[in-house]
């Protein structure tokens, strides 16, 4: 068992050391679930050659567990989102997050992930997933080297493994509603904002301000 599961608030007698360790129910769950996250084989852009790469025998994912990447959402608990991430394509997005079971997370790779990069503000471009999707990790980078990545996956093991079961989302007893799937018409529409869209309209919403 690896040392950073031990817990050293009980220590064990001289006799039985390497014989028997003692853990807590935390720390050997989560080591469980960050050994084998599963992420969702799609790219959206430059940056998913990257991720493609991270992924060649050169990089040796399966040292995490993560070696074998899934074609359907419903068998992932890892969306990578490596690109750049337009209007027409967000529904989609969080559709397909909407069907990833819980506990789930998500990774921004790349600046377009992350808030647009050199398309920010382009008349088709979303400034940031993180509008629509809870972001876990953000790597940054245009595009973030495998190296890059690879860092990111471990910043997300250390996410895991610190989060005590009953604080883990889709853990509760209350059932977890799905995010709002945004509109694309013309523009498209966050419906999050839709409460305050009269507001703004009329002038006295902090958009105006």
Not at 22 to 50: H, Q
Not at 67 to 93: A, N
Request: net charge neutral.
């Amino acid at each position: 068992m690896p040392d950073d599961l031990s817990n050293p608030e009980y220590p064990i007698p001289e006799d039985l050391r390497g014989q028997v360790t003692i853990t807590t129910l935390d720390k050997i769950y989560n080591w469980g679930r960050r050994s084998s996250v599963w992420p969702m084989f799609w790219g959206l852009a430059c940056c998913a050659i990257e991720m493609i790469a991270t992924a060649t025998s050169r990089y040796d994912m399966a040292r995490f567990g993560m070696e074998v990447m899934r074609p359907s959402p419903r068998q992932t608990d890892l969306m990578i989102i490596s690109g750049t991430v337009t209007k027409k394509l967000i529904p989609q997005i969080v559709r397909l997050y909407n069907q990833v079971p819980e506990p789930k997370y998500v990774m921004a790779m790349g600046a377009c992930a992350s808030g647009g990069g050199p398309f920010k503000e382009g008349y088709n471009v979303v400034s940031g997933v993180d509008q629509f999707l809870p972001v876990d990790v953000y790597v940054p980078g245009c595009p973030p080297t495998p190296q890059a990545l690879i860092h990111g996956f471990l910043v997300l093991h250390k996410k895991i493994a610190a989060q005590p079961i009953k604080a883990i989302p889709g853990y509760q007893k209350a059932a977890l509603e799905p995010l709002p799937i945004p509109v694309l018409g013309p523009d498209l529409i966050n419906l999050r904002d839709l409460p305050r869209i009269p507001a703004a309209a009329s002038g006295s919403g902090p958009e105006e301000a």
